[in-house]
């Protein structure tokens, strides 16, 4: 594509047609990260529910064991006592029941070593709750100010969406009666398209406006005053026959750029707008919307189209403070 600027300087131009598909291409990336961020999320409640069943089962088997180790602390207490009765009647024992007194022994010992096993089993679980329970209480975290952020780009998105349909709204109502002359208004990836086709502004190799053309672009200059966070992208199109070169253009590049010139003059000459929102741009016949040879396609591709884009400073700020 090649841009030709001719209302605002060459580097004013450029900064402006930068920051132009800056803001589209961010509005993509937004769009995407937007999906991600909820792709993000449903992983995130996958792993926390992963998480939460996995603490329930750990649980259940902390309450077993503790059972298991309550059920072995009552049994080695029970043998403690014995012990002690034993040894409190070692003579006795020593005599005739030294044969018992081994065998309870034995079992005392291994009694204390199952205790030991399942004591430090209950701690290992405990550990292992206590690392999992602040793992889950960080992804809580995280998925909470990951909703947050959706939540916060999806209202400024709809923000700016509700913005453009109202746009779109007023601009078609204001200029109904030129739509029968080839005027359409649409949305197109969030920005207001106005599309006019040569009949309603030039005459056949011309770059002067109809005065019919210069009533529409007035009635359209009120609208795009009262909205000044609104950039306002003009382009020209021609069809694929080639110009007669004059002493005005010499081919239709030049002559899609000289059309979208004089458009800005009207909007400028007719309305306050500041004249920093406007680029003058021109794309010959490399952009058809109907890529037919034929003359009611290229009837179609000889157009002006007028686009409006909003202001993304909003998204700037939220992507700032990311």
Same mark, same amino acid.
């Given at each position: ?7 605002? !300087? ?5 900064? +402006? ?12 990336? #937004?769009? /995407? ?10 992983? +995130? ?19 077993? #064991? ?62 292992? /709750? ?26 400024? +998105? ?7 349909? /109202? ?10 009666? &030129?739509?029968? =002359? ?19 502004? &030039? ?27 609104? &950039? ?6 021609? =069809? ?6 004059? /002493? ?37 016949? &490399? #952009? !058809?919307?109907? !890529? ?19 202001? #993304? =400073? ?9």
């Amino acid at each position: 594509m090649v841009t030709f600027v001719t209302c605002v !300087p060459t580097s004013r131009f450029n900064e +402006l047609k930068s920051r132009n598909d800056s803001i589209t291409a961010e509005r993509d990336r #937004l769009l /995407a990260e937007n999906e991600q961020i909820h792709v993000d999320k449903t992983e +995130l409640d996958a792993r926390i529910e992963q998480m939460e069943t996995g603490m329930t089962a750990m649980n259940t088997e902390k309450n077993s #064991l503790q059972e298991d180790y309550d059920e072995l602390k009552n049994e080695y207490d029970l043998l403690s006592r014995k012990y002690d009765d034993l040894v409190q009647s070692q003579e006795t024992l020593l005599s005739g029941h030294t044969r018992e007194t081994r065998r309870l022994l034995t079992e005392l010992q291994k009694t204390q070593e199952d205790l030991q096993l399942k004591e430090d089993r209950l701690k290992e679980i405990e550990e292992n /709750a206590a690392r999992k329970m602040q793992d889950l209480e960080q992804l809580k975290v995280e998925l909470d100010q990951r909703n947050r952020r959706m939540i916060e780009l999806e209202s400024v +998105l709809h923000s700016k969406d509700s913005i453009m349909n /109202a746009l779109k709204n007023t601009i078609s109502k204001a200029l109904y009666g &030129f739509q029968q =002359d080839g005027l359409s208004v649409s949305i197109r990836n969030g920005e207001v398209y106005v599309s006019m086709e040569e009949k309603l502004l &030039f005459q056949t190799g011309s770059i002067e406006v109809d005065p019919k053309g210069i009533s529409a672009l007035k009635q359209l200059a009120v609208i795009l005053e009262q909205n000044p966070d609104i &950039f306002i992208t003009i382009e020209g199109h021609t =069809d694929d026959v080639p110009v007669i070169r004059n /002493a005005s253009f010499q081919d239709n590049w030049d002559l899609s750029v000289k059309r979208a010139t004089s458009i800005v003059r009207i909007l400028l000459d007719n309305s306050k707008i500041n004249p920093q929102r406007l680029i003058a741009s021109g794309r010959g016949e &490399f #952009l !058809p919307v109907d !890529p037919r040879k034929d003359p009611v396609a290229r009837r179609k591709n000889r157009r002006t189209e007028i686009i409006l884009t909003p202001r #993304l =400073d909003e998204l700037y700020k939220l992507l700032e403070t990311k």
